[in-house]
């Protein structure tokens, strides 16, 4: 019998605790553009923190002091890392983890005014409140987490560069991301493609279910050494990424599991996917059954039909 983790609100299950779905690029800029227009703007009139594992490191009540007064200048966002700036160059860094949600909810009743019944309507106090930020207009945004692995960091002007530089690497939408790009990242690296893509550092954003979504479109096997791709491969990859990046954006996300976007809504992506969870079923290029198999402690979903697995590739010698 297959040893079984008992992870809160989904029951028992057969994956690991730390296999939870993570918000990944698309769900963390779904939520980024939804709120970008509504706090932009806007001036925090209080903060409150009910969880001080949110700031860990830095307590919460110095935090939330620095807080209020602040406006809101930008809503932004690096890898899966939300970025609120404030007015006096300062950043409230935000990352979902696992089960992390942002809403952005009405004041105490105002959620039956005309044209409000879009946003998250918030009667009562929502389970597993981290912390809220009311808003001069009234409204509140909030960041709620079931598994209190979710965090906060206010970084200073300077701070924020060096912080995002030693975890997050190329954005994969917007242009920066070639094949060339994606070639030298690659280089030399032995690990398999599935790993390559969730290691933040190289690419940022991607997590298990765009890295299985992407490896699929590229027609990739995701256990090929990522630095046994030939150029023609880094294109496959970088379209394959920026497609499924792409898909999961258009659909708002994917809600497996906890993901809210900020107006408490799930995402649709899931109905979407190639192979991601669709372990048994065909292929819809080459109706195959798609298979899973486990890489670095993560479920993986790939098809044995299509999807090529490349050898490593023999180092060459080095001209002097
Ligand atoms: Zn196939």
Redesign the pocket.
């Known amino acids: 019998m297959p040893h079984l983790w008992w992870v809160g609100r989904v029951g028992w299950t057969a994956h690991a605790p730390n296999l939870a779905p993570v918000p990944e690029l698309p769900e963390v800029e779904t939520i980024r553009r939804q709120i970008e227009p509504e706090v932009v703007g806007r001036t925090i009139v209080a903060a409150r923190i009910l969880d001080e594992r949110w700031t860990r490191p830095l307590d919460p009540e110095p935090v939330a002091r620095a807080l209020v007064g602040r406006e809101v200048v930008s809503a932004g966002r690096r890898g899966k890392y939300l970025l609120l700036g404030l007015d006096d160059g300062s950043t409230l860094l935000m990352h979902l983890r696992m089960t992390g949600n942002l809403l952005l909810a009405e004041p105490l009743g105002a959620a039956r005014r005309f044209g409000m019944d879009r946003l998250y309507p918030a009667p009562t106090e929502p389970a597993y409140l981290k912390a809220e930020l009311e808003l001069d207009d009234g409204r509140l945004l909030r960041f709620t987490d079931p598994r209190r692995f979710g965090h906060a960091s206010l970084l200073g002007p300077d701070e924020l560069e060096p912080y995002l530089g030693s975890r997050v690497g190329v954005e994969p939408l917007g242009g920066e991301l070639t094949a060339e790009l994606i070639g030298r990242i690659a280089e030399g690296r032995k690990a398999p493609l599935k790993s390559f893509l969730l290691d933040q550092r190289g690419i940022a954003g991607i997590g298990n279910i765009y890295a299985d979504e992407a490896l699929h479109r590229a027609e990739l096997h995701p256990l090929s050494p990522a630095g046994s791709m030939r150029r023609e491969h880094w294109e496959a990859l970088r379209e394959g990424i920026v497609e499924a990046l792409g898909e999961g954006l258009r659909n708002g996300g994917a809600s497996i599991d906890d993901y809210l976007d900020s107006r408490g809504e799930r995402g649709v992506m899931q109905d979407e996917f190639l192979v991601h969870t669709r372990e048994g079923e065909e292929?819809p290029?080459?109706?195959?059954r798609i298979n899973r198999i486990v890489v670095a402690g993560r479920s993986t979903y790939f098809?044995p039909?299509?999807?090529v697995r490349l050898r490593r590739r023999r180092r060459r010698r080095k001209r002097r």
Not at 285 to 288: M, N, P, Q, V
């Open positions: 292929c290029r080459c109706g195959e098809c039909g299509c999807q």
